[in-house]
Every structure is written in structure tokens, then in C-alpha cells.
């Protein structure tokens, strides 16, 4: 299951996330809670969009709209006056499941660039509803008056929220472990790597990507409920497709098919993001070509980089 | 009054098509024949139009603009493919959106530092600049008539090209069978340079045509690209007859539906659920056909026959 080297990394890994409130605090420098809490919620959407990319093989180009819903679902209850984070997470979690399941059982009838293009596609028609609701801010969206309420702790206090999202997110990669060496994870796994042999052992593989397909759009939909919690913002452009794009570098850089990767690759993005935009405006002109240069010559991410990371099956 | 307007607003249906049609020709052929995903087409159609506008706004000559921007994005184009895309044509298409995905923002940011992040400013050619009459009745701005000769002659030579002369028989051979072709003896990596450096000339043509209507800015090349997707797969991923179909039937249905689908829900609907649906139906309506398509033909209205 998990090997030495892999222990070593994740522990490594977690403490470091842990100590970050307490560096941020004796440098006097809450910024760093801020980036490496933006770094958690998007660490838990790459997790996330990693279950379907890289376990199940289904190259969704548009996991944003789930990020998208589950801003939404904080913002709008907040907006009528509901501002428990109980309500407002689970209808996060539950709209963009529900979100998941609808555009999963169209899209996953394709296969292939009709898939990329058909998930696009979808999280486009959410970017242009969340635009064209005038009620909700349309285009320019809407402030966020108070962070969700949740019994016992409050969110409103940086460190509480740093924690709550590093709990969040270790929980999802347990539960990740857990299914993906599951039988359902196995299943999954094995459809990626061949479909048609899934099919004729009695498998019913639509039922078991469309499954997949809706934990991930839930979980990404919680990711979106933190960030709007984040930066007391939800707009449209939560939902763009460069969004999705940019979720999707993420796992890439980390590593597909694994839980860490994802991580590691949120974590590389945003703080090469952090350096590069602090060094130029212009940042994207390097790292646009670093990216090419990833897919050109580093395949197996940032993890396979790491010790104790042997090659994963398929 | 009526018939007027949606005559008129069906030439523009048209016009919005053919320019799709310009940019979709490029990148399906790049799709079926070397099973390239290339999310950076938009970048060269942007290049495309800030070359030409930067040109003629310097000389006062759009003629001039337009000599100088389709041979200079073509050889973009082709350095492109050379330098980076040439290595991810075996590779899955997950890789390739990714790599494409990196090349947009770097042509992003390097248009925004050579001309800034505002639009620039451009207008349409002085000779073209009034309108003709293209029915009893109904009159129509010059440009836009001739963006839509344009690109029906452009279809045309590509039919003629692909169809009917030597190399366009090459490129059918190499889309089939690239091994074979290759063992009888013909350079298809300088072929396929050559396919690609010619589909980034045309969105170059559909960029700087597009130039003097809508914005030239950083990201103009993105807008059109998700359209232009939605139109390949519409049209079946790969085929060139498909690609001319596709962007008509986008171009009308978005353009017709901006236009008339708010006048249509306000006399169902009453005036004030129409002014907030029909905004939003109208930007989703390409989307919606496109989901409508891909659910009962999931390989498009003219899938390309592939080996």
C-alpha cells in the first residue's frame, strides 16, 4: 500500500502545511497562511479532478463549474440570510453532485476530444448563466457579507480556517486512499485501462465512471464552498474555462493517478504564480513555456521526482 | 420591416460563420490529419490581428497589413510546430491540451508587452467603408459583404485543394496512413509543417478580417477558439465539409438567437422573464445544440472517415 519513502513524503508534507500558521506567525507574515490556505482549497479541487484525469482516465475539461457551484452555494443562501455553513456546504456538495450527474451521463456517452469538448462545453453554458444573473451580481458577482457559521468555530479567524481546510483536505485524501484501493477504485482503474474488457467480464463501466464522475464534481464543489470563504468573493470567473485549465496543470504538474501529486502540483503552481507575478507582471510569459516544457520532458510530475514514488500500475 | 432585419441579421449569422469557417478549416485539418488538440489556434488568429492592425494603423495601407500578417503568422506557425508541437503528435490528447493550453499564455503576454493590455484601435478600410446593396431594400456594410466572399472563396479553394490537386492528395494519404506514405517516399514532417503553418495563415485571415469589427486585445484569440470547438465537433472532428456546416449553423443560431430570442420569450414569457432569460439562453444556445448533437451523434453531423 503505502511504502517507506511514501510515508516519509506524506508525513514530511503534513507537517509542514501544520507549522505554516505558526511560521506565518513568528515571521509576522499572515500573507503566507493566506497563499498556503488558497493552496489546501485548490490542492482539494486537483485531488479531486485527479480521481476522474488520472484513476479514471476521463479528461474533463470542465471541472470549474463545479469549483464555480460551489462558490455559489455559499454565496447565494448568504445573500438571503443563511449563513450556516452546515446548509450552505452541504448544498455545496450536493448541487454540484447533482450538477456532476447530469453532465456526466450526456458527456460520458463520448469519448475521447468529443469528451474534452463536450464537458467544456457545459462548464461554459454555467459561465454564461452565472453572467446573465443579474440578481446575483451577473458579471461582476458579489461580496460574501460573512464567512459561513459553523458550531464551535469561527471562520472569521484565519488560523481556525487554515486548520479546518488542512483537516478537510487530509480527510479527502484518506477517504481518496480508501476508494481508490477499493473495489470501486480498482474498477476504475481497470476501465481506464481497458474498457471493452471491463465490459465483457459484466462490469456495467458506465455506471462506475458516472459515479466517479459525480464524487469528483462533489468534492470540487466543496473546494468551491471554501474558496468562497477564501477570498469573501464569488464571481463567473470562478467558472471560466482557463480555470479549468488551470486546475487541470495542477494535477498534471503533480502527477496523475496519484493523491499526492495533485498537492504538489496545486502547491507548485501557486507559489511559482506567487514568485513569478512578484518578479514581473508579465509572468505568464514564463510560465507558459514552462509548462511545455513539463509535458515535453517531465511526464510523471513532480512526484515522480520524489523518492520512494515507484511507477504506478497501468 | 421585419423580413429587413432578419435579412439582415442572417448576413450577419453568415458572416460570424465564414469566419468561424476560417479558423475551423485550420484546425480540424491540424485535428484529422496529424491528431493534434491545438488550443493555441486562437493564439495565431490573435497574431494574426495584431500584426495586421499594427501595419496598416503604421502605413494607413490595410492591403499592406494583410501582405505582411498571413506570411508572418504562417511562419509563426510553422516555428511553433517545429520547436514544440512536432513532439506531441504521438502523445495522448490530455498532454497536448496542455502543452497547447501553456503556448496561449505565453502568446497572450507577449502580445500584452509588445502592444499592451487595451484594445487596439482600428477601422475599417476607407474603400470599404461604405454599404452595398445586396437585395431590393436591403443594404449592407461593404466589409462585412466582402468577409463573407472571402471566406466562401476560401472554401472553395480549400475544396478544390484538398479534392483535386497533388498535395491535397498527399495530405488525405498522410491523414490515413502516415507510415505508408512516408516509406513511398514523401517528407511528411515537412508536409505536415507545411498543413500547419497553412491553417495558422488562415486564422490569420479569419484575425485580421476580424480586426476592424470587434476587438483586437490580448485573449480576442480565446472567444473564437471555444466557438470554433463547438463548431468542429458540431461538424465532425476532422472533415472540412463538416467544418463549413458547423460554422454556418453556429454562426446563424448565435447570432439569430442574440438578436431575436428576447423579442421571442417576452410575447410567451411576459417582458421582464425575457430580459434576464434571454440574454443568458441566447450565449448558451451553441452550447446547448452543441450537447443536443454530441448525445445523438456523438462523432458529429460528418464524421471523418479514419482508419
Not at chain 1, 502527477?255 to 501557486?270: K, N
Not at chain 1, 512578484?278 to 511545455?292: D, E, F, N, S
Not at chain 2, 442572417?10 to 485539418?29: D, K
Not at chain 2, 454562426?251 to 432569460?277: C, E, H, N
Request: charged residues 10%; hydrophobic residues 60%; proline residues 3%.
Amino acid at each position: 500500500m503505502i511504502s517507506r519513502g511514501q510515508a516519509v513524503v506524506l508525513v514530511a508534507g503534513f507537517l509542514v502545511l501544520a507549522l505554516v500558521p505558526a511560521a506565518a506567525a513568528t515571521l509576522n507574515e499572515p500573507f503566507y497562511l493566506d497563499l498556503f490556505r488558497r493552496i489546501m482549497i485548490f490542492a482539494i479541487a486537483a485531488v479531486s479532478l485527479d480521481l476522474i484525469l488520472g484513476y479514471g482516465g476521463m479528461v474533463s475539461f470542465g471541472h470549474a463549474a463545479y469549483l464555480g457551484i460551489g462558490a455559489y452555494a455559499v454565496a447565494v443562501p448568504a445573500f438571503y440570510g443563511i449563513e450556516s455553513g452546515l446548509v450552505q456546504w452541504t448544498l455545496a456538495v450536493l448541487a454540484s453532485a447533482a450538477a456532476a450527474l447530469v453532465i456526466g451521463a450526456v458527456s460520458l456517452r463520448t469519448s475521447g476530444m468529443s469528451f474534452i469538448m463536450i464537458t467544456l462545453a457545459f462548464a461554459q453554458m454555467f459561465y454564461y448563466l452565472g453572467i446573465s444573473i443579474n440578481a446575483w451580481g451577473g458579471d461582476d458577482g458579489m461580496r460574501l457579507a460573512r464567512r459561513s457559521r459553523l458550531p464551535a468555530l469561527d471562520l472569521a479567524d484565519a488560523t481556525v480556517f487554515y486548520y479546518v481546510v488542512l483537516a478537510i483536505l487530509v480527510g479527502l485524501l484518506w477517504l481518496g486512499h480508501r476508494l481508490v484501493h477499493a473495489r470501486f477504485g480498482i474498477v476504475i482503474r481497470a476501465t481506464r485501462s481497458n474498457e471493452a474488457r471491463m465490459r465483457a467480464i459484466g462490469f456495467s463501466t458506465f455506471r462506475y465512471k458516472l459515479a466517479a464522475f459525480v464524487l469528483a464534481g462533489a468534492g470540487c464543489g466543496l473546494a468551491g464552498a471554501l474558496l468562497t470563504n477564501q477570498t469573501d468573493y464569488v464571481t463567473p470567473s470562478y467558472m471560466h474555462w482557463t480555470r479549468s485549465g488551470e486546475i487541470m496543470v495542477m494535477v498534471i504538474l503533480g502527477g496523475m493517478g496519484t493523491l499526492v501529486g495533485p498537492v504538489l502540483g496545486a502547491a507548485a503552481y501557486l507559489l511559482l504564480e506567487d514568485v513569478l507575478s512578484a518578479w514581473t507582471v508579465h509572468w505568464q510569459i514564463v510560465l507558459g513555456p514552462l509548462l511545455v516544457l513539463v509535458v515535453l520532458y517531465a511526464r510523471r510530475g513532480l512526484y515522480g521526482l520524489l523518492p520512494g514514488s515507484a511507477p504506478r500500475d497501468g | 420591416m421585419t423580413a429587413l432585419l432578419v435579412a439582415e441579421q442572417c448576413l450577419n449569422g453568415l458572416q460570424l460563420g465564414v469566419m468561424l469557417f476560417l479558423m475551423a478549416a485550420g484546425l480540424t485539418l491540424v485535428f484529422g490529419i496529424m491528431n493534434l488538440v491545438n488550443l493555441a489556434h486562437g493564439s495565431l488568429y490573435m497574431v494574426g490581428a495584431y500584426l495586421a492592425t499594427a501595419v496598416f494603423n503604421w502605413s494607413g495601407s490595410f492591403l499592406l497589413g494583410v501582405l505582411f500578417a498571413l506570411p508572418a503568422t504562417l511562419a509563426i506557425g510553422m516555428l511553433v510546430e517545429v520547436i514544440a508541437l512536432r513532439r506531441l503528435y504521438e502523445r495522448d490528447h490530455l498532454d497536448q491540451v496542455l502543452a497547447t493550453f501553456g503556448l496561449i499564455l505565453f502568446f497572450n503576454e507577449a502580445v500584452a508587452i509588445v502592444w499592451g493590455r487595451t484594445a487596439l484601435f482600428t477601422r475599417v478600410p476607407r474603400a470599404l467603408a461604405g454599404h452595398i446593396m445586396v437585395l431590393p431594400g436591403v443594404r449592407y456594410p461593404a466589409y462585412r459583404a466582402v468577409i463573407i466572399l472571402v471566406g466562401l472563396a476560401v472554401a472553395l479553394v480549400l475544396y478544390v485543394l484538398v479534392n483535386r490537386t497533388r498535395l491535397g492528395m498527399l495530405i488525405r494519404a498522410g491523414a490515413s496512413n502516415r507510415t505508408m506514405v512516408a516509406a513511398l517516399g514523401v517528407n511528411i514532417r515537412l508536409l505536415y509543417t507545411l498543413v500547419f503553418g497553412f491553417g495558422a495563415a488562415l486564422a490569420a485571415l479569419g484575425g485580421l478580417m476580424a480586426g476592424p469589427i470587434y476587438n483586437v486585445q490580448p485573449g480576442m484569440g480565446e472567444e473564437i477558439l471555444i466557438q470554433v470547438l463547438v463548431v468542429i465537433v458540431i461538424g465532425g472532428i476532422g472533415s472540412i465539409r463538416g467544418a463549413l456546416v458547423g460554422a454556418v449553423v453556429v454562426g446563424m443560431v448565435d447570432t439569430l438567437g442574440r438578436a431575436f430570442l428576447k423579442p421571442l420569450l417576452s410575447t410567451t414569457l411576459g417582458p421582464v422573464a425575457a430580459q434576464s432569460a434571454g440574454p443568458a439562453l441566447a450565449s448558451m444556445l451553441i452550447y446547448l445544440l452543441m450537447a443536443a448533437v454530441l448525445f445523438f451523434r456523438p462523432r458529429g453531423l460528418f464524421p471523418a472517415v479514419r482508419s
